[in-house]
């Protein structure tokens, strides 16, 4: 436990910049994104009360109240979300290879470390998790945030409030990012690191038998990926839905476990057999 421990507060760190990074630019950019949606606004406002003379009551009745959906929509705040998950993405492959980069390859002194190699191995899933979750955390706390930030900007009679949740359900991103129920957090983030973990074995593969072994990773990630949807494929393309949708979602828990296991297992293998000083 000490090993991990110490191996995750190492990977931490050596991701602290580029996750510094993201935060700043998704904190910047989002703010700017309420300061964009609160100013044209109240130049369209400024234009219909002062310039057209159109009674406040007809903008109103036309227009409509200013609230958090311009703001989530706002290409301001959605494009750092898209770039905080596609940096993430790559950095769970990068993960791995800055292990065999430069001359004196760090991968040789992890290997050897009194310990199972499957540390390593968790380690590299706990800072991606922790990644994932702590940028989840940052946007939820944003929201309020800047939610309190456009009723300083704009007045309440041109104002229209919302709450997490039904901001959350009017941005894609953030529907994703924030699921309304359990089930649609542990069925999205179930998926997520899901193909982690296959990532991982897709990785370990290419790293014991490369070319040969990135051939091998593609195939063994795809099929059990389309084992796990399996249930899905059958009902959509080849209309099997003799299942209710519950009786669905219990057969992709279970295939997500195996799945998850099988990976695990394969990865452990590859590690402790393949993959060596």
Same mark, same amino acid.
């Given at each position: 436990?000490?090993?991990?421990?110490?191996?995750?507060?190492? *990977?931490?760190?050596?991701? #602290?910049?580029?996750?510094?990074?993201?935060?700043?630019?998704?904190?910047?950019?989002?703010?700017?994104?309420?300061?964009?949606?609160?100013?044209?606004?109240?130049?369209?406002?400024?234009? #219909?009360?002062?310039?057209?003379?159109?009674?406040?009551?007809?903008? @109103?009745? *036309?227009?409509? *109240?200013?609230? =958090?959906?311009?703001?989530?929509?706002?290409?301001?705040?959605?494009?750092?979300?898209?770039?905080?998950?596609?940096?993430?993405?790559?950095?769970?492959?990068?993960?791995?290879?800055?292990?065999? =980069?430069?001359?004196?390859?760090?991968?040789?002194?992890?290997?050897?470390?009194?310990?199972?190699?499957?540390?390593?191995?968790?380690?590299?899933?706990?800072?991606?998790?922790?990644?994932?979750?702590?940028?989840?955390?940052?946007?939820?706390? @944003?929201?309020?945030?800047?939610?309190?930030?456009? *009723?300083?900007?704009?007045?309440?009679?041109?104002? @229209?409030?919302?709450?997490?949740?039904?901001?959350?359900?009017?941005?894609?991103?953030?529907?994703?990012?924030?699921?309304?129920?359990?089930?649609?957090?542990?069925?999205?983030?179930?998926?997520?690191?899901?193909?982690?973990?296959?990532?991982?074995?897709?990785?370990?593969?290419?790293?014991?038998?490369?070319?040969?072994?990135?051939?091998?990773?593609?195939?063994?990630?795809?099929?059990?990926?389309?084992?796990?949807?399996?249930?899905?494929?059958?009902?959509?393309?080849?209309?099997?839905?003799?299942?209710?949708?519950?009786?669905? @979602?219990?057969?992709?828990?279970?295939?997500?476990?195996?799945?998850?296991?099988?990976?695990?297992?394969?990865?452990?293998?590859?590690?402790?057999?393949?993959?060596?000083?």
């Amino acid at each position: 436990m000490k090993t991990y421990l110490k191996l995750v507060n190492f *990977e931490f760190n050596r991701c #602290a910049k580029l996750y510094a990074a993201l935060i700043g630019m998704t904190i910047v950019s989002q703010v700017i994104a309420v300061f964009a949606a609160s100013r044209k606004y109240i130049s369209q406002l400024n234009e #219909a009360l002062y310039q057209n003379k159109i009674p406040k009551e007809q903008f @109103l009745s *036309e227009t409509g *109240e200013i609230s =958090m959906f311009e703001v989530v929509n706002n290409v301001w705040f959605y494009l750092p979300i898209v770039i905080c998950i596609t940096a993430i993405l790559f950095y769970s492959f990068f993960i791995w290879y800055i292990e065999w =980069m430069g001359k004196n390859t760090f991968i040789y002194r992890l290997l050897m470390l009194p310990t199972s190699r499957m540390t390593i191995f968790w380690s590299k899933l706990t800072t991606i998790a922790l990644m994932v979750f702590g940028l989840v955390s940052i946007q939820l706390i @944003l929201l309020l945030i800047e939610s309190q930030l456009l *009723e300083v900007l704009v007045a309440s009679e041109f104002r @229209l409030d919302l709450s997490v949740r039904q901001i959350s359900e009017v941005s894609m991103y953030l529907s994703i990012l924030l699921p309304k129920s359990f089930a649609s957090f542990v069925s999205y983030y179930g998926i997520g690191f899901l193909l982690l973990f296959l990532s991982f074995a897709a990785v370990l593969f290419e790293r014991s038998f490369h070319f040969k072994g990135l051939i091998m990773g593609l195939l063994f990630g795809g099929s059990l990926f389309l084992l796990f949807g399996s249930p899905v494929i059958a009902r959509e393309f080849f209309g099997f839905d003799w299942l209710y949708p519950g009786e669905i @979602l219990i057969i992709e828990v279970v295939l997500g476990i195996l799945v998850i296991a099988i990976s695990g297992w394969v990865s452990h293998y590859l590690l402790h057999k393949r993959v060596t000083v």
